[in-house]
């Protein structure tokens, strides 16, 4: 027989694949399917083949199959998602050591590779390797120079980067995420290759500053320093990099201002800076620093104060509109010397709920403002009634007055709204019944009051939404807004009784036959109904206070009871 391309991924096939006795065949593809495949020949002579192309992802196979020992021409191997575990067998090493582009080992069990430290992969034409999720130990392995897209996250490697790396000249993806590598980022990794696309060293334990050098040949666009020790200020050379979409700095120990210096920058789409310790007043620059593309923004848990500049960071921004269509994500992507293109997602953890969240994938009508736990002051910003894009909106543990603002209700694709542990006041607005899309929703501890407008989505939430708001009253809360106990108002402010509401007109009422000192009659009929007993009796002792005023400066008067 003298077929040489056999291509059956991506099915639902069972049954045994003698893959030996395929002699001719030069490309398999038999990745995710239900097949058991066998990888050792019954005869003693049997014509190997001479695979260019092999796919067994998710073939259930335990070891390394032994006749790779013998193939040569490999150029695209995919052992990914097996049962592969312990040491990578010393022999794989010379396999198809001149000739393999693509090598994919991902999600097995790996420990390691069997040789001593450092460990220089020896694919000198390697252009892609994914090691990631596995269980390897020890320090980074450092692959050829030809090197695009390499991939070892979620392991167990540990000690510093070796300088090796800064030979990768021609790296365009590399993720380092949530190992236990440690030290310094190696300076380098701040231009050492132009076509750098990603740059993720997330959840490790490096510490120091982040590389003090960018140039604005730079093709970086995700860069994330996430949950490490990294302190300092941020480099102001960052802003060269003019393709950057995607910041995440969160969980460090940074100590900077507000770095308004990005807002020059025309991609970035992601500015993720929480858990830091930024600071200071976010000032309106003179220069047109207005963030064009930015989406999301997480400032929570630093040390920001005064007024959030809602207009200046978002001014002119793509979140003013809703994108209609199927829905895309942002992602970014890279291309082989034989024109093979990979993408690589962009990802991001959001609070919500009081929890983390991690987002494999961001769409990129995604909207995020996240300013909790700082300092900020004054009116929740008129303009965030603008960003119609939004998804989620925290603004909690801020020290934030004023009334819960009613264009709130614009934001119609509100899935969480987070107003919590401020100092709103006023009562909760019935457009905010609109949000249709709203799962989420806290207003708890603020000084709000009146009714919960419980109808539409408002109605599915429970007394920890609201909580901590003594004037507030509802079905949901233990002060029923028909109960005369719980109708209750607070004392009058200047502000009532100069509309003439309120208590101002209860006392004119009272007033209406009161003249020339004769006291004819106090009309109270409804006010007996509509006010506790201790109002009437205020009136009644205003009255005669008035009365007694009276009689003093007109002298002697008979009393009429």
């Not at 970086?220 to 320093?225: G, R, S, T």
């Not at 994108?323 to 895309?328: A, E, T, V, W």
């Not at 993408?343 to 009508?365: C, L, M, P, W």
Request: glycine share 8%; proline share 6%.
């Amino acid at each position: 027989m003298d077929l040489q391309i056999l291509s059956l991924a991506f099915n639902s096939l069972h049954g045994t694949v003698e893959i030996l006795k395929l002699e001719n065949v030069i490309y398999l593809q038999l990745s995710y399917n239900k097949l058991e495949v066998l990888t050792e020949s019954r005869t003693m002579n049997a014509t190997l083949p001479k695979f260019r192309v092999l796919g067994l992802r998710s073939c259930n196979i335990k070891e390394f199959p032994e006749f790779l020992r013998h193939e040569q021409n490999l150029f695209w191997l995919d052992l990914s998602e097996n049962n592969l575990a312990g040491q990578v067998p010393k022999w794989m090493l010379n396999v198809s050591t001149d000739t393999l582009e693509y090598l994919d080992l991902s999600v097995n069990s790996l420990t390691g590779f069997g040789q001593p430290s450092p460990v220089v992969l020896p694919w000198v034409n390697l252009h892609v390797l994914r090691l990631h999720a596995n269980m390897l130990q020890g320090p980074l392995p450092i692959p050829q120079p030809s090197i695009l897209d390499y991939i070892i996250s979620d392991n167990k490697l540990n000690g510093e980067i070796s300088t090796f790396i800064c030979d990768l000249s021609a790296l365009q993806f590399l993720d380092l995420s949530n190992n236990k590598l440690s030290g310094m980022l190696p300076q380098c990794l701040g231009d050492f290759s132009n076509d750098l696309r990603v740059l993720n060293v997330r959840n490790n334990s490096f510490h120091g500053g982040l590389p003090q050098a960018y140039t604005n040949t730079s093709n970086l666009k995700i860069f994330d320093v996430s949950l490490n020790q990294l302190q300092g200020q941020l480099p102001r050379p960052l802003a060269n990099c003019v393709m950057l979409e995607s910041l995440i700095l969160s969980y460090n120990e940074f100590h900077d201002v507000f770095p308004f210096w990005l807002g020059t920058l025309p991609k970035l789409k992601l500015l993720s800076m929480h858990h830091n310790g930024f600071y200071g007043v976010i000032g309106k620059q003179k220069r047109n620093l207005h963030f064009p593309e930015l989406r999301i923004l997480d400032l929570s848990h630093n040390n920001f104060k005064g007024e959030f500049p809602a207009e200046y960071i978002f001014s002119g921004n793509p979140m003013r509109g809703i994108i209609h269509g199927q829905p895309r994500y942002m992602v970014a992507t890279s291309t082989t010397v034989n024109g093979g293109s990979f993408a690589y997602h962009f990802s991001i953890t959001v609070t919500n709920k009081g929890v983390d969240r991690y987002y494999s994938e961001i769409q990129e009508d995604f909207g995020v403002v996240d300013i909790s736990s700082n300092k900020f002051e004054g009116k929740i910003p008129e303009f965030i009634g603008n960003l119609k894009g939004l998804r989620l909106l925290n603004v909690s543990n801020n020290i934030l007055t004023g009334c819960i603002p009613s264009f709130l209700a614009n934001l119609t694709l509100l899935e969480s709204l987070d107003l919590s542990q401020n100092k709103l006041s006023g009562e909760i607005p019935q457009q905010l019944t609109q949000l249709t899309f709203l799962s989420n929703f806290n207003v708890s501890h603020n000084n709000l009051t009146g009714p919960i407008p419980y109808t539409g989505q408002l109605s599915t939430f429970d007394v920890t939404s609201y909580e901590g708001n003594p004037g507030l009253c509802g079905d949901v809360l233990p002060k029923k807004c028909g109960d005369p106990k719980a109708s209750q108002l607070p004392p009058s402010t200047k502000e009532e009784n100069d509309s003439g509401s309120g208590f101002e007109l209860d006392w004119k009422f009272a007033l209406a036959g009161f003249g020339s000192g004769l006291v004819v009659g106090v009309v109270l009929a409804d006010v007996a109904i509509s006010r506790r007993r201790e109002w009437f009796l205020e009136i009644v002792g205003r009255i005669r206070l008035i009365i007694m005023k009276r009689r003093k400066s007109r002298g002697p008067r008979n009393s009429v009871n």
